[in-house]
């Protein structure tokens, strides 16, 4: 109580109350780089194992990758890549040989903002595989274009040239023909849209085909 | 007296004073992550570690704390106590961490937290300020948990992802999207507005058949 | 650049903060009595939206590369002092805004549509133009939302309500209504 009364009696100086916010700040930001190191570790290897599971998911055949960043006018391996600088990963097979390019993509969707990783095999010009990494579609119906298996299954083998179109269920005859979902038609041709701009954009940029980046081994390798 | 003293404070947040229910505080990104059961409950548990650790701490350091800067004092210490909260739940449940999302650093604007340390953690001894924050957060958690869970039941035919109605069943997508959380907070409202009035008029009754036998 | 329409759009109408994100739901629910009142919160938190999106990109771009571990408290602290600073602007220029906004105005800081704003924006990697167009549009879409709830409380406050409802529940129901009115502009930029 005599602690209270004291407090109230006179107000504390302003060196005393910068001091207090000071310590707080202080312990504060040991507490937080603490927990921040402590966990970044597992944190680190959670996102890689979540990367890698989806490159090999949109990519058959593959079992190891590496990250490519596009800069000044070739794709780099083992290079960070500096903010907004486009990556793509490239996917290999057991001995090291290349099979294909793992595109990220992002567009609007019904709802929100669609990213998608599709997998693409430049020597066949086929779109071999895709995954939707982030969405909030309608529960029940948007949300097929991750949890309908049989539309997941239409991009196994797909032509992107002239360009990917989503068609009526049941009436896909062209090899760049994929079906619809029923009740789901917008975001159907929202994801088949993103991966469609997706490759205009990544045309150009990638090399020819033989001429991928070699499987360059990261020291830490698995 | 004490053990009692201590049950109180417990007590009313879990029912008389819930946070949700009754003051219709720190809905804000509540309402938000009740889609389904299991995300309720994680937020309500980091929630729960949030206000307690924070509580217990400004209590114990009431002391030091001078008035005119104890908001922001407060401030720092709750976005602390959530800053490891998120990247504990990063590290740990990666998957759970996905669908909070942004919600989780959002706990930080939760009115309520703020409104326990200073309402009460910074007045009173660590011991019934745990207490009270126990039982708020117990409280919330318990909101939580049947907006999710309701939501869920009615949006999706299950609970904690297990199917409780046959393939008949046609999902009422609507509660699982945002005007679900709305209409269903709505509705538990009016039930505890109802679940009062009809409180009051028993109590009412009693009183009148008191008089009437005097 | 040409994914701003869509940004403003998104926050605006599509994802709007109050109606399908939940946030700032406190001064929703608790100022939105009076069309008039409401409209000037709104403007109000719009304006601290933009200053928010600037001090946000301000930190993401020179601090907070370098301390990612700092990034809520850094938000907390620089939100803080603009609205406190702001609050001091209003006080002094126009004390009949202030009388009226009461409670609320320090009541911004702890808005959770703020802080979801910061959060948000850092989340999806907006640059400057992006960050202040998203402010814009999730500040005006705060602001119809609450001016569409306080006009149909005050009609509301004509017609015979049974008590019970009265208040809260009634509230919820209505804002559940419009959200479900607003989820008709889903789909605006991908129907094409």
Known sequence: MSATTRKNAAAPSSLRLVLTLAVAGLISGVAIIGIYEATLPTITTNKAHELQAAVLKVLPGVSRMQALVFRDGELLANTEPAKDEPVVYGGYDDGGTFVGYAIPGAGPGFQDTIGLLYGYAPDRNL??????????????????????????????????????????KGTSAADNEIDAITGATISAKAVVRIINETHVAWQDRLPPPGAEPELVEAEDAP | MKRNEAYNEFVKGIW??????????????????????????????????VLVGSSFLVSSLRQWI??????????????????VADYTLLALVPAVHKELGAFIPLIVANCMILGRQEAFASRYPAKLAV??????????????????????????????GVRLFGADFEPWVIMILPPGGFLTLGVILLFFNWFRQ???????DVAEAQRGSD | MDNLPWIFVSALLVNNFVLTYFLGLCPFLGVSNSLETSARLGMATTFVMLVTAVCAWVL??????????????????????????????????????????????PLITTNCAILGLAIFATNRGYGFWEGIVYALGAGIGFTVAMVLLAGLREESELSDVPALIKGTAMNLIIAGILSMAFMG????????
Not at chain 1, 129 to 154: C, F, H, N, Q
Not at chain 1, 158 to 168: H, N, R, Y
Request: proline residues 4%; aromatic residues 10%.
């Open chain 1, 127 to 168: 779109v071999v595989g895709m995954e939707i990494l982030e969405s909030r579609e309608t529960p029940g119906l948007g949300d097929k274009i991750y949890k309908d298996a049989e539309w997941v299954a239409g991009f196994e083998a797909l032509a992107v040239e002239p360009e990917i179109v989503a068609v009526k």
């Open chain 2, 16 to 49: 008389r004073d819930n946070p949700v229910f009754v003051q219709v505080l720190g809905m804000c990104p509540m309402l938000a992550v009740t889609n389904s059961a299991i995300n309720a409950i994680a937020m309500g548990m980091a929630t729960f570690f």
């Open chain 2, 66 to 83: 001078p008035k005119q800067v104890r908001i922001s004092c407060f401030i720092i210490i709750i976005a602390t106590f959530v800053t």
């Open chain 2, 131 to 160: 207490m009270d924050a126990i039982g708020m957060a117990g409280g919330f958690m318990l909101a939580l948990f049947s907006l999710g869970a309701i939501r869920e039941i009615l949006g999706d035919g299950a609970l904690f």
């Open chain 2, 198 to 204: 009809k409180k009051d008029e028993f109590l009412d």
């Open chain 3, 60 to 105: 993401n771009t020179y601090v907070l590369i370098h301390a990612p571990y700092l990034r809520l408290i850094c938000f907390i602290v620089v939100i803080a002092s603009t609205v406190q600073f702001i609050e001091m602007l209003i006080k002094k220029l126009s004390p009949a805004l202030f009388r009226a906004m009461g409670i609320f105005l």
């Open chain 3, 185 to 192: 502009f889903a789909g605006l930029f991908s129907a094409s």
